[in-house]
């Protein structure tokens, strides 16, 4: 299946963390999504990923949150990456050592 790659980025969010996003437009939706996006956006502290959204073939829209798999309701690119980026910071504010 060919893609084309919209975005591949790494984001610092603090000395030990940061979110990798890549999303890339695909002819067909995957098989469990309904969009045209192949996507994986990933937070990691300290060498661990904490948290990911992503829509693996078959598994369609979810995330992986406290190492449970939770589905997620995509609703366009821009409301992904605000939702992820909220995640963060709730993770963040939950997991504060001040």
């Known amino acids: ?45 300290e060498g661990i990923c ?12 979810h995330k992986h949150v406290r190492g449970k798999e939770v589905k997620y309701r995509f609703v366009t690119v821009d409301k992904l990456v605000t939702d992820f980026f909220e995640d963060v910071r709730r993770w963040r504010d939950e997991n504060s050592n001040d």
Do not use: C, T
Not at 51 to 61: P, T
């Open 50 to 61: 904490v948290l990911r959204y992503d829509n693996e073939a078959g598994k369609g829209d």
């Open 1 to 45: 299946m060919e893609a084309r790659e919209l975005f591949n980025r790494r984001v610092p969010v603090a000395e030990q963390a940061f979110a990798e996003l890549v999303l890339w437009e695909v002819l067909a939706p995957l098989s469990g999504s309904k969009h045209h996006y192949k996507y994986r956006l990933a937070f990691v502290v």
